[in-house]
């Protein structure tokens, strides 16, 4: 199994192994959707055996994955938040970003749909509703890229949610997902983690296919002035690996034997404007 450190406690113990130029260690620092969906699974040791690295990750909200490579304590990061990868490519501290990948974000409820948004097509209505009926909603609430596009969408309803019926978990898309079931509550999540917790949760998908739920993940590299600990060759190496035509075949198909289709679409080479909300 892929090594999971999403305790903020057990991360200075991963980073006092060696790296830095040099060195054969690499650390990613990626989102807790690619865990979670079991892709890590695949791409960590496919990309040992071709390069002859150590891949250690570190999963965490898009913003703390940023944070960690802007401090030099990650070599290359995977995530999906445009806005806030766009913002540290501004100020210098990642750079060479290449789109990857993407899936969509859907919204999913309990079966008694207390809001009665099933079948919405606009997910800035269903919100409304959800805020005007004042029924249970968990958000991720850990600046993470999910968390980061349900602000945005919430800011576009025209509705600032607030306790009682709006619950931050502070917690990664799986230990989110189980909260909303419990609670009989709504929630946004990416499509790969709930198929991946599909079995696990009764929610249900109630509004998906608009166009600001497209979710566009893409790699980019540690600038190696933001610490003498950057393993900048290593992490050239792992994001050329995940936009080569062979590993984008494996996310081409990724999913399919275990739920019958696909759960993110390959866009590496392709134009932001092609496939962006």
Not at 129 to 148: E, L, M, N, P, Q
Request: charged share 20%.
């Amino acid at each position: 199994m892929v090594l999971r450190l999403v305790v903020a406690a057990l991360v200075p113990l991963m980073l006092a192994a060696p790296a830095g130029a040099g060195s054969n260690v690499v650390i990613l620092s990626t989102t807790t959707s690619t865990q979670d969906s079991g892709l890590l699974d695949v791409l960590v040791p496919l990309f040992e055996r071709r390069t002859g690295y150590t891949l250690k990750t570190i999963s965490v909200g898009t913003g703390q994955a940023l944070a960690l490579a802007a401090r030099g304590e990650a070599d290359v990061v995977l995530c999906h938040a445009p806005s806030l990868e766009k913002r540290s490519l501004a100020d210098g501290t990642l750079t060479n970003r290449r789109l990857v990948m993407y899936n969509d974000f859907v919204l999913v409820g309990p079966e008694a749909d207390p809001a009665r948004i099933a079948g919405d097509k606009s997910v800035v209505a269903a919100l409304g509703r959800i805020a005007a009926a004042g029924a249970r909603f968990v958000s991720r609430g850990d600046k993470s890229g999910t968390h980061t596009v349900e602000l945005a969408l919430w800011k576009v309803a025209g509705v600032t949610p607030a306790a009682p019926w709006y619950i931050e978990s502070g917690q990664g898309m799986g230990a989110t997902l189980g909260l909303a079931d419990d609670r009989r509550a709504y929630t946004l999540t990416d499509r790969a983690t709930l198929s991946a917790f599909g079995k696990r949760v009764a929610l249900r998908v109630m509004v998906e296919g608009d166009r600001p739920l497209r979710n566009v993940y893409s790699v980019l590299e540690a600038n190696p002035a933001n610490g003498p600990r950057v393993n900048a060759a290593g992490g050239r190496a792992f994001a050329d690996f995940i936009v080569s035509p062979e590993v984008q075949q494996v996310i081409r198909t990724f999913g399919v034997d275990r739920y019958g289709q696909p759960l993110f679409v390959p866009i590496a080479g392709q134009r932001e404007e092609e496939v962006a909300p």
